[in-house]
Every structure is written in C-alpha cells, then in structure tokens.
C-alpha cells in the first residue's frame, strides 16, 4: 500500500495524512492536499461573498419557523408552537390523540400567537403552559 500522494493541484508529494478520505476515490483519499483544499475553499468564500450571504439570508427566511397556534380537536387542547410537526410527535408520545389536529393560524411573531392561544382558553380550551407569558 502506497503512503505517499501527489497533490493535483500543487504537484508536491505528500503522506496520506496530508489528504482528506474520501470513499469514491480509488485510493480512498482526496486528490487535492487539506492545505489546497483549505485555500480553495477560503478562496471561493472570499470571491463570492455577497452572493453567498444572499443565498444564506434567503435560506434562514425560507426555513424561519412561524408561530403556529393549533388545536387538539379530541383533547380539546390549544398551544402555540414554532416546531409544529415536533410538537404534534411529542404530544403523540405523550399519549394524547393528534390525528385530528387543526392548525388555527400562523403568526411573525410570538406575541401575537399567545394571543390568540390565550383567547382559545378563556374560552374554555385546556392547554395554558407555564412558559407562556401572556403579559
């Protein structure tokens, strides 16, 4: 077994520790050195800096989790959440019916879910948590 490689991209040989493992490789390692790979990679960042930060910026909005107010039909249970599919498992594994689960609106912000969650039990519905601050 070879323990040395040649770098493609600076030409200089080097031990098997100076390259990244990589399984689609027949060697089972990179082609370009960590040190290349590094400066390529600085490199790439530094040249398309804006329109990385656009394309992260526009990804963060796009994966934002919305306050959710939702309701427990069969339980009779309301509760604001911004992981909604989360919350549904965990209320599942809690014992409690969810296949009937209504989603009753979506919000920007908290506040105005609490408000609404909040209005959902005066009216009667169970659900009010101890981390829901209304005020």
Do not use: W
Request: glycine share 4%; with cysteine.
């Amino acid at each position: 077994m070879r323990k040395n490689k040649v770098c493609t991209k600076c030409k200089v040989e080097k031990s098997l520790d100076n390259f990244h493992k990589y399984k689609r490789s027949k060697d089972g390692f990179k082609s370009r050195c960590k040190v290349c790979n590094t400066k390529e990679a600085a490199d790439y960042r530094k040249s398309n800096n804006i329109e990385r930060k656009l394309y992260d910026a526009k990804y963060r909005e796009q994966m934002k989790h919305k306050p959710t107010v939702y309701l427990l039909v069969k339980e009779n249970y309301v509760g604001t959440t911004s992981r909604l599919k989360h919350r549904i498992y965990q209320h599942k594994h809690n014992g409690k019916f969810v296949e009937d689960f209504i989603v009753l609106a979506s919000f920007d912000s908290r506040k105005d879910a609490l408000e609404l969650e909040e209005f959902m039990h005066e009216l009667g519905y169970n659900g009010k948590h101890r981390n829901n601050l209304y005020r």
